[in-house]
């Protein structure tokens, strides 16, 4: 899954997100756009416990009544795990792995057997199984994105960073040798946030801002996801 | 009309009560068959898995039924390496219930995986640092040491036992009990403990988190003495119950309560551990992990009674009643001992499986529950009327219990005289 | 050499060791990887030479300028190019694939009843969408025969949002597709936000400030002007509080002039033929409103590729083009690029209608710069013919789904109850969902069709069933 050589000797990346809670006002954009991206049916038998959402916006609230009360919503997706990265370790048949030059947790459905240990390893709920093998409505498979293999059923998968979108930026880099320029990959979701809550960069070349937090940081598993709000009842609840 | 199937010396019920007897069970197969092949043909859909109990009945099912079948290693370690010869009484029923639970425990993971054809990808592409990968080498290991446990008990069969090259043959596999026995305790030894260390090891689960020794959790040692502390009392429970429905006697009192000893000496030594293992991590390991330990029996129901009712309730009772010889001697007292410390193992299994996933981990999440659909349950009971049946075959053709013949010849003394006899010594 | 069965057995013994060594077995276990990767029925994307085409979206009256990635003729992703979409455009190429599209009608039928239509009864266009060239042609159409042209009520001011300090929003749903997303997010930090709203809906938790309730005038004095006051639908009272404050010409101005009749201006049963232009999402006017004005034996011809709309209501439901294969145009001159062919079998309301062409009608557009001013959107987002809003509102809770309705703890239901949304006209079953953020007798529902012709202008009432 990986194009070998074709950043010929470019810095290694650590890429993540900003994710601005204070901005975001749960349209879903960009849960749509992710599946739009990545070829994920409409499921629907699915409820909300076995649907596919990589990327999964919930609403908190500060647990007040009316009229202290607060609410907010927070995009869910995986949190590119960097240190003890759960799900890699637990996989029986290495179907993900971190990739050492961006940083980015792969899940590979080829190789996926469906034990779903990984899910049962990550504490943020960001993989999602194949219950039913995908199905569009009459003549919708022909509007595909052809840089991403549908799955079938019995396969876990999750947010891989637009992984194909990566390789369409290095395809086009390659052509000229040079290291991918960073407004050809961007991934679907952060494409689509009407409110730019959600920032997408390489954390080496732009660490993340000094007053964001990230979510069960006592954990250990350092994530690669930065969220920032400005109110206090939202940075307690993280 | 089978007669000539069944060992010689041994009285067994007529061919059309024994056909009575398994059909029930032949028809729960069969509707549980349907329930696997659905699962199989539609998906995973038929469960009511989800993505938030990525683990359910199955699992659960599955981590008990081996730790239930850990009698045929003990029993084996114990015979063979540690030469307790009472226990050849039970060994060929202990290797039985063994096989068949390994077997059906198998067949179950392979319908609970999405995609079964692979299976063998564990194999080719391991990963070293997976519990699940050690979990399915020594899984698959130790079913094939069962199956070659199993052969010679089947080849002693009165029609099999004319054929001479068959007969050879089993002489032959008997001198090597021994290393098969080794084998399989070393190997039963890893998978029970890892088994333990797949929960263990959920960095992102801190209600099963565990430090531990080395690269191995708490849980890993804990689920293998658990197994251990159990294995020979669900012999006993099985044995009480085949003589209760065959009405027969079939081992010697001292048999069982030998083997309750075993079970009560190490339940003694697992209530300790698990003791000492939950105090620590009250006080440490889950609150480095930024949870306080409390916060996770405050869902309904899994309130603190369910550590109690592992610990004590399931334990510590058990271990005292079977430690005691005027308690262990009462047969009643005995077996519910012994019924007791299995059902301790069940609720293990399951607080580590379904409660472990049901807690939330994210501070907006919700408390979820779950309830296996019809589908899961039939699988499940595919597998209780497969081993049900292979048990029932395996103990009219074959001879499971050496005692079986002596003690029908002898003059039948009152139970109870006997039990108080035996524990005055 | 007598063969035994000795022979035999050593024979299949010794082949199944030696085929071990055979590439067979190895390959075959191999190949179970392969089949278990393509299954029968999993679709493979099409592959062809991909292309960028830059379009307007016409699903809201906004207009977002989109680049639609194509694979051949094939597009597979929309983009927006001034910022993010809202989550109908990002999966707008899919509506041409709703499985409830109108693709054949009864065209000629159609044109026979419009033949035979009563001459002394008035004929009419509701035209959903107005402002573009195509109501332009209508409202000469109608002029020339001396029919009606109709459109929705249209919102009475524009805005300006960049020119203000303070925006005073009286449950106006400012952060939620009033205006465009991409465009309102852009200049979000210029100005201080505070809603008054007795629900703790989306805007009024994004807001700098939330007041269930409180006196507009004060609020707006108390603020760093110039201050925009705005309301749902820019009523005369919020306009005239705007023009107190200063900001005529400033934050707000006149809305776009539409040139249509009122409803109410219409003499009840006098229209004979109506057409509805339902080709572009507007604000539905619920059908008890309209029905009164039609005449006994009216028809009724929907230009629509939903039946969900006005088509349970029409007579005839002539199938359109939707949105990536359609040409039309936008405010302020903005002509889309069709991205598709349209399936034969669609009919062109201009041209049945008035008989021209609305191709040589777009030559002349020219996009004109509107500086800053922006139009609300008054009518309902209805993402249900998106097949992907599944993942909001079924997979996930985020949005309300049809058949729900959301309501307060004080009503006394539970989640997941089963209700119903109950005026004078009847009632439809809802499922109940519980949000804390909704005072007492409040309810929130998605407004379809179905359920505007149930309340019409009432407010319904949840009752538990």
């Known amino acids: ?238 | 009309m089978d007669k000539f199937l069944i060992a010689r010396g041994l009285k067994r019920c007529s061919t059309a009560r024994f056909a009575a007897w398994i059909l029930p069970w032949i028809a729960l197969l069969g509707f549980g068959l349907v329930a696997a092949g659905l699962c199989l043909i539609k998906g995973l859909n038929q469960t009511n898995m989800d993505n938030r109990f990525a683990f359910g009945l199955w699992i659960f099912l599955d981590l008990t039924v081996i730790a239930l079948g850990a009698g045929a290693f003990f029993t084996g370690f114990l015979l063979y390496i540690l030469k307790l010869h009472e226990l050849r009484a039970v060994i060929n029923s202990a290797v039985i219930i063994g096989f068949t639970a390994y077997s059906g425990a198998v067949a179950v993971l392979a319908i609970d995986v999405g995609q079964p054809l692979r299976a063998w990808f564990t194999f080719w592409y391991p990963n070293v640092h997976s519990m699940l990968t050690e979990v399915t080498f020594c899984i698959t290991c130790y079913l094939t040491v069962l199956a070659i446990e199993y052969v010679p008990i089947v080849l002693k069969n009165r029609k099999l036992k004319e054929v001479p090259s068959l007969l050879v043959f089993e002489f032959q596999l008997h001198k090597v009990m021994y290393v098969l026995a080794g084998v399989g305790t070393f190997l039963s030894f890893f998978h029970q403990g890892s088994l333990g260390g797949l929960y263990g090891v959920l960095r992102g689960r801190p209600f099963a988190f565990r430090e531990g020794l080395f690269i191995w959790p708490s849980t890993f040692f804990l689920f293998i003495l658990s197994a251990a502390a159990v294995g020979p009392s669900f012999v006993l429970l099985t044995t009480w119950l085949v003589e209760k429905i065959s009405k027969k006697r079939l081992v010697r009192t001292e048999v069982l309560q030998l083997l309750g000893r075993i079970s009560g000496l190490l339940l003694a030594v697992y209530v300790l551990a698990k003791t000492l293992d939950t105090l620590i991590w009250i006080n440490r390991t889950s609150p480095s992990a930024g949870f306080p330990a409390a916060q996770f029996y405050g869902w309904k129901p899994f309130g603190v009674w369910i550590l109690f009712a592992e610990i004590v309730l399931f334990g510590l009772l058990p271990a005292i009643a079977l430690l005691t010889p005027k308690l262990r001697a009462r047969r009643g007292l005995l077996v519910a001992a012994a019924a007791l410390a299995c059902c301790g193992v069940t609720l293990n299994r399951f607080v580590q499986t379904v409660q472990t996933l049901a807690l939330p981990t994210l501070p907006f999440d919700k408390f979820l529950s779950y309830t296996p659909s019809w589908q899961e349950v039939g699988t499940f009971l595919a597998v209780v009327a497969y081993g049900v049946l292979v048990y029932s075959f395996s103990f009219r053709y074959l001879n499971l219990f050496p005692e079986e013949r002596e003690l029908k010849l002898e003059p039948a003394a009152p139970q109870e005289e006997e039990e108080m006899a035996y524990a005055g010594r | 050499m007598t063969t035994t069965r000795r022979t035999a057995v050593k024979f299949i013994a010794g082949s199944a060791v030696g085929v071990l060594f055979t590439p067979a077995p190895w390959r075959l276990v191999r190949d179970t990887a392969l089949w278990s990767e393509n299954w029968p029925g999993i679709p493979r994307p099409k592959r062809g030479p991909i292309s960028a085409k830059t379009t307007f979206c016409t699903l809201c009256p906004a207009g977002c300028a989109v680049r639609a990635r194509c694979v051949g003729e094939q597009p597979v992703a929309m983009a927006g190019v001034n910022g993010g979409l809202c989550p109908l455009g990002v999966t707008g190429h899919h509506l041409p694939y709703y499985p409830g599209r109108v693709k054949q009608g009864p065209v000629e039928e159609a044109r026979a009843a419009v033949a035979k239509a009563d001459p002394s009864k008035k004929v009419a266009v509701l035209d959903l969408r107005p402002g573009r060239t195509a109501s332009a042609i209508y409202r000469k159409a109608m002029e020339e025969r001396g029919g009606v042209y109709l459109a929705p009520p249209q919102p009475g001011a524009s805005v300006n949002l960049a020119a203000a300090k303070s925006v005073v929003s009286v449950g106006a749903p400012l952060l939620e597709g009033w205006l465009p997303p991409a465009e309102v997010f852009a200049v979000r930090d210029r100005f201080r936000l505070v809603q008054i709203e007795a629900e703790l809906s989306r805007t009024a938790a994004l807001a700098d400030e939330w007041l269930p309730q409180a006196d507009v005038a004060a609020v707006a004095r108390r603020l760093e002007g110039p201050v925009l006051v705005i309301d749902r639908t820019m009523s005369a009272a919020t306009i005239e509080m705007n023009k107190a404050l200063g900001g005529w010409g400033k934050t707000v101005q006149a809305g776009p002039a539409t040139g249509a009749a009122s409803l109410a201006s219409v003499a009840d049963g006098s229209i004979g033929l109506l057409y509805i232009d339902e080709t572009n999402p507007g604000q539905y006017i619920p059908w008890p409103e309209i029905e009164p004005k039609l005449a006994a034996d009216a028809v009724t011809i929907v230009f629509a590729w939903s039946r969900e709309g006005y088509g349970r209501h029409a007579k005839f439901v002539l199938p359109t083009a939707v949105f990536p294969e359609a040409l039309d145009d936008l405010p302020n001159g903005r002509v889309t690029t069709p991205l598709m062919k349209a399936p034969v079998g669609v009919v062109d309301p201009v041209e049945f209608i008035a008989k021209a062409s609305l191709a040589d009608a777009l030559q002349e557009v020219k996009p004109k710069d509107e500086a800053g001013w922006l139009t609300p959107y008054t009518g309902a987002f209805d993402a249900t013919a998106a097949a992907l809003s599944t993942k909001l509102y079924q997979e996930s809770k985020l949005l309300l789904g049809p058949g729900q309705v959301a309501v307060g703890p004080a009503a006394g239901l539970a989640e997941n109850d089963a209700a119903f949304l109950s005026t004078s006209r009847g009632k439809l079953p809802v499922r109940v969902v519980v949000d804390a953020g909704l005072p007492a007798g409040k309810a929130r529902f998605l407004a379809t069709p179905e359920v505007l012709d149930l309340c019409g202008s009432e407010e319904p009432r949840v009752v538990r069933a």
């Open chain 1, 1 to 238: 899954m990986r194009l070998r050589g074709a950043q010929g000797g470019a810095r290694m990346k650590r890429y993540g997100m900003t994710i601005d809670i204070d901005r975001c006002n749960g349209c879903g954009a960009c849960m749509v756009a992710c599946a739009v991206e990545n070829n994920i049916p409409p499921e629907i038998e699915a409820d909300e416990r076995k649907g596919i959402t990589p990327i999964r916006v919930y609403q908190i609230d500060n647990g007040e009544e009316q009229p202290n009360r607060r609410t907010a919503f927070i995009p869910m997706l995986c949190q590119q795990c960097g240190e003890d990265t759960p799900c890699v370790h637990v996989c029986p048949q290495q179907a993900v792995d971190i990739d050492p030059e961006t940083g980015i947790v792969g899940q590979m459905a080829e190789r996926c057997l469906g034990c779903r240990y990984c899910m049962a390893a990550c504490p943020y709920h960001a993989r999602y199984f194949n219950w039913w093998d995908p199905k569009w409505p009459a003549g919708m498979e022909a509007s595909l994105n052809p840089n991403v293999a549908p799955r079938q059923r019995g396969v876990v998968e999750k947010c891989n960073f637009c992984h194909g979108r990566r390789h369409a930026a290095m395809e086009k880099a390659a052509a000229g040798r040079k290291d991918i320029d960073p407004a050809d990959y961007v991934p679907a979701c952060a494409e689509a946030c009407p409110s730019g809550a959600i920032r997408f960069s390489d954390l080496n070349a732009q660490a993340a801002p000094a007053d964001s937090f990230r979510l069960l940081e006592k954990l250990g598993t350092e994530p690669k996801i930065y969220y920032r709000s400005k109110k206090d009842w939202v940075k307690r609840n993280g």
